[in-house]
């Protein structure tokens, strides 16, 4: 398996870059709209074609660039069948997986940050990998505060899924904001001071009602567009608006 682990500083968001080094196919996770030039440019460096992208969720802090790598190169959007997206491709769950060439991403349902939240669960000859989008964060966990968003679900999907997975796997969070890039399962379980470390439900509940967190200030513009896999809407900020073109293949 080929795997890249892709930053975009704005959001602090990680995109992943999975490939099949033997069909030579490859797909991106949780694609940023500001960097697809750069993500296009890793996968064909590495001598890949992209044939999909895929979401953990309907992001507020960032617009996707499914659709727009979809204008460019004809790759197909996948996105968790939950969220019932018009414009994607493939809805994927937990009885319908996503295959690229040998590599399989499993997808687990993990709601709470939102109602429809899945992490991918990637097992190779090297050990398993999750990525937990932001249901499960390095030291940390997403807000539950919107979006269908829940404390006393997202506790659950973690414990009951998430730290139920063998201790030595790999954690690969959708965002970091501190510049940490990669845990794993047990020192999650363990050490996490929202989730970790034996925290009740109770005192994780109270913890998330009490973390005040400001308004997303791309959450009017990004929830709108990415339930249209990127699509911008008429608002879309000057600054934005080339990014938005999408461009028509003949």
């Given at each position: ?52 992208t895929l979401e953990t969720h309907i ?13 460019l190169v004809d790759c197909r959007i ?21 295959t690229v060439g040998s590599v399989t ?146």
């Open positions: 398996m080929i795997f890249r682990q892709l930053f975009e500083p704005d959001s602090s968001t990680y995109t992943y870059l999975i490939g099949c080094p033997d069909s030579r196919d490859a797909l991106l996770v949780d694609p940023v709209l500001e960097t697809f030039e750069r993500d296009l440019d890793a996968v064909r460096s590495l001598g890949l074609r992209l044939a999909w992001h507020a802090d960032h617009l996707t660039s499914a659709l727009k790598l979809k204008s996948a996105a968790p069948a939950l969220d019932g997206l018009g414009c994607a491709d493939l809805g994927v769950a937990e009885d319908s997986p996503l991403l499993q997808p687990l349902f993990t709601p709470g940050h939102t109602d429809a939240h899945h992490a991918y669960l990637i097992e190779s000859r090297d050990g398993g990998r999750v990525l937990t989008g932001d249901a499960l964060l390095i030291d940390g966990c997403g807000r539950t505060d919107f979006q269908g968003g829940d404390a006393r679900t997202l506790y659950r999907s973690v414990h009951d899924r998430l730290f139920a997975l063998p201790d030595d796997t790999l954690v690969f969070p959708g965002h970091d904001y501190q510049g940490r890039r990669i845990s794993t399962v047990a020192q999650e379980r363990q050490r996490n001071p929202r989730l970790g470390g034996g925290r009740s439900l109770e005192d994780f509940v109270a913890l998330m009602d009490d973390l005040g967190l400001p308004y997303p200030k791309k959450m009017d513009l990004a929830v709108p567009a990415n339930q249209a896999c990127g699509r911008c809407p008429d608002t879309v900020p000057a600054d934005m608006q080339k990014l938005c073109e999408v461009s028509i293949q003949g």
